[in-house]
């Protein structure tokens, strides 16, 4: 790569580093075109296109990119992005079956796999997964996910009021 194409990649970087840090997704999804206008296989500004897409809402296009042969290569480890996207277009299966296809089930993965078990309706399955979560893990989202574990547990309850 030239050393002006180089410089240019950095700026651009730097542009995509700051509008990301102010949250203004719209100015950041058009640097990450001009860093891959640059350098078509930049992985990080592929993923943080989506993510943008995400940030704004737009999860057809984010799955659009996501599922382009083309992007085969980039999207290849984005199975949270991917099955995230699913699962905001009300495509839950498909969200699961993206979310069981990735080689490991992050923390991330295990607590998007719960709130898809959710909307199917598989509270059981629902239940053990949160159940997995509370226990083991510590962070900022501790009392959003005791919050949805009490949700599984009062469908549990109006479903199958025994086996709980």
Do not use: W
């Not at 277009?89 to 990735?102: E, G, I, Y």
């Not at 009062?154 to 709980?164: K, Q, Y």
């Amino acid at each position: 790569m030239s050393a002006s194409k180089e410089n240019n990649l950095v700026q651009a970087y730097i542009e995509l580093n700051k509008f990301c840090q102010s949250g203004d997704y719209e100015k950041a999804l058009k640097a990450t075109g001009k860093i891959l206008q640059i350098a078509p296989n930049e992985q990080k500004a592929f993923h943080c296109k989506v993510v943008c897409f995400i940030q704004l809402h737009n999860f057809k296009e984010a799955l659009a990119i996501l599922c382009n042969p083309k992007n085969a290569a980039h999207a290849a480890d984005l199975h949270f992005e991917k099955a995230y996207a699913q699962y905001r277009l009300n495509c839950p299966k498909d969200a699961l079956q993206t979310v069981d296809n990735a080689p490991e089930l992050t923390s991330a993965l295990k607590e998007l796999r719960a709130q898809i078990l959710y909307r199917l309706e598989q509270y059981q399955d629902c239940y053990n997964l949160y159940r997995d979560l509370v226990k083991n893990t510590t962070d900022e989202y501790e009392d959003e996910r005791k919050a949805n574990m009490a949700a599984v547990v009062a469908n549990l309850a109006a479903v199958n009021p025994v086996c709980i």
